[in-house]
């Protein structure tokens, strides 16, 4: 299968890469991993007119922490360097209990987590976990750079609220303000496929208390779904099997699932609620290595 | 190598100009002119003639048409060809010297890792990079590690042996 015709220009600085989309005047693309754009191409679900593939821009595969404890991705950071991050590993139990999930192995080498957010896949991984730490994306355009909170920059089914001319350059988790804690579940038919049901959850703790939390689903709705009354019900007391059990009430019943080949909504919804549970009772903790096991903790289904 | 392209005369050559790109494949240098929608799959199997990459799905899901860019297994159904500017591309037809197999190749017959034999170029690639990078893998790290490449035939077990006794080969080789 053959894209349509394009142009493509592969710039090296930044500025260029603007410039040509700003030309590009809405008929362009960014092209960074290219594992969801390069298959929307063949199946011609996508034609743009100009590809802009920004690999050979310096300086966008990082992902480090700020003194602080910000942590920031770059556009070219694929998942597969989020996989092996010992940083992640250590500081990240949401993000590292989801990089191994993303895709599969090979796929994971060459796409990139910023580009996946772009994309607004309703059944994408990061944009979860992104929404649920309370992330943003950093977009630079002709007029500077802007910062875009998960929450608002998709708009819809595989719609984000950049300009034409912008590129997001980077994502951005904000620092913890206590003990971070979480983790990520994915029911998928097999390694690869589209989520079935994921989601993500990323606790803060002092002490006892919830002094933050946030509840993201992916799969069950038109788009990533903030599960912002869950995430409520966990904060201001310490985790109990009773505020675990309303978090969890309350993630499935904002859920919006549809029946289709991978199971029945009444059955997505259900493992909404299994999830937020099963997570929030067994969460994986900051700093403690043997939480993010190598081979992931994905629920397969048959 | 040869590929032919519509002619479709000077305003739409302005439009949409074939790119000339250099690259080198099992340690061949080649240079290239292609259209930006070449699929790198295609400059593979069409342009060089290297057939061993198999193309199976098409759609980034079956993994045989995986290859090595820069050391890093990548489909090559799902990567444009002009990206391949500058860079290595290993194949499966790169695996063996002159005169001997590579320990993966002799795994797969050893160990019966393969059937049908069209999903192997891509399991052995995948393999490659995985040893590459972790030259003592469990046998869950194999089954991991391949989990982007589908085999229908074997039901695995035997490319999972196949590749732990290359690990092992290579490890002795190593060790020599």
Known sequence: MYPSRFRYEAPHSLGEAIQLLHDGGGEAKVLAGGQSLVPLMKLRFASPELVVDINNLPGLAYHRAEADGTLRIGALTRHADLEHSELLRGTQPTMAAAAPLIADPIVRNRGTLVGSLCHADPQGDWASVVLALGGSVIAQGPAGRRSIPMSEFVTGPFENMLETDEIAIEAVIPAPRGHRAGGYLKLERRVGDFATVGVAVAIETSGEMVTRAGVALTGVGGSTIAATEAAAALTGQPLTPESIAAAADLAAQVARPRTDHRGSAEYKRHMVHTFVERILTNPRHAGANGSTAHTGTGERAA | ?176
């Open chain 2, 1 to 176: 190598m040869t590929l032919v392209y519509d002619d479709r005369g000077d305003e739409a050559a302005d439009v949409f100009p074939v790119r000339r790109i250099k690259f080198t494949i099992n340690g061949q240098k080649k240079i290239a002119e292609v259209e930006p929608r070449l699929l790198l799959s295609h400059l593979i199997r069409q342009g060089v003639g290297l057939t061993g990459t198999h193309m199976g799905c098409d759609t980034t899901n079956c993994g045989a048409c995986t290859v090595l860019v820069d050391g890093r297994a990548v489909k090559s159904c799902t990567m444009l060809a002009v990206q391949v500017d500058g860079r290595q591309i290993e194949t499966v037809e790169g695996l063996a010297g002159a005169s001997e197999l590579h320990p993966l190749q002799e795994g797969f017959r050893e160990e019966h890792g393969l059937q049908c034999g069209f999903c192997t170029p891509g399991m052995m690639m995948a393999a490659k990079a995985l040893l590459a990078a972790n030259p003592d893998p469990t046998e869950e790290e194999v089954r991991w590690g391949l989990s982007g490449n589908l085999c229908r035939c074997t039901g695995y077990q035997n490319i999972v042996k196949s590749v732990l006794w290359a690990a092992e080969k290579l490890r002795a080789q190593a060790g020599e």
